[in-house]
């Protein structure tokens, strides 16, 4: 099993930035890419970003630019830089883990952070 806590969301003005961070717990060493996704009520999960064990990136058009996917495989830990926050980046955010255990793919979640850009 894999656990994952986000922390760092909060309330932020348009222009802003804020960091996400991703603890990763349990068995780390099966862990491949992560990610970030968020989700508004009544919408569907969308990708933020994601990152491989590697260091590869991918980005959702909306975030090029404004938002950085990192991982430090050191501590078992993602981050998300987003800058120049627009109030449409108010969401849940999301980090995720896929790993590869007994045999198998699967997917873990994070509780999520509320991240919301408001003036």
């Known amino acids: 099993q894999v656990q994952l806590v986000e922390s760092g969301g909060g309330l932020v003005q348009p222009g802003g930035s804020l960091r996400l961070s991703c603890a990763a717990s349990g068995s780390i060493f099966s862990i491949t890419a992560m990610g970030w996704y968020r989700q508004a009520p009544g919408k569907q999960r969308e990708l933020v970003a994601t990152?491989?064990?590697?260091?590869?990136?991918n980005y959702a058009d909306s975030v090029k630019g404004r938002f950085t996917i990192s991982r430090d495989n050191n501590i078992n830990t993602m981050y998300l830089q987003m800058n120049s926050l627009k109030p449409e980046d108010t969401d849940v955010y999301y980090c995720?883990?896929?790993?590869?255990?007994?045999?198998?793919?699967?997917?873990?979640w994070g509780q999520g952070t509320q991240v919301t850009v408001s003036s």
């Open positions: 990152i491989t064990r590697g260091g590869s990136t």
């Open positions: 995720n883990a896929d790993a590869f255990l007994n045999l198998k793919w699967s997917r873990y």
